[in-house]
């Protein structure tokens, strides 16, 4: 699967499923990307700011963070961004 945010190549493993409006404000729109997106995308936004600006892939792609972090991540391995704690 190519994931829609950094556009690498992965497997399964490396794959979950990310709200483009958070669970908590009532969103059920999934999008699969990376586990190093979605860990990303959380530590560049607030709930309320994925809710009201970035609820849209397009609207993530154009941010100028996520390209940066697009540009930094595409020759990574996956699994840079894991917790400690294993994910599900």
């Known amino acids: 699967m190519i994931c829609p945010i950094c556009e690498r190549t992965s497997t399964t493993e490396y794959i979950e499923k990310h709200h483009l409006t958070p669970r908590s404000r009532g969103g059920k729109k999934t999008l699969l990307i990376c586990i190093d997106c979605g860990d ?7 709930n ?8 849209t892939l397009e609207k993530l792609l154009a941010d100028p963070k996520i390209q940066k972090w697009k540009e930094w991540v595409k020759n990574k391995k996956f699994g840079i ?8």
Do not use: Y
Request: glycine share 0%; charged share 50%.
């Open 40 to 46: 990303q995308i959380h530590k560049l936004f607030t």
């Open 48 to 55: 309320k700011k994925l809710d009201k600006e970035f609820n």
């Open 81 to 88: 961004c894991m917790k400690s704690k294993k994910r599900r």
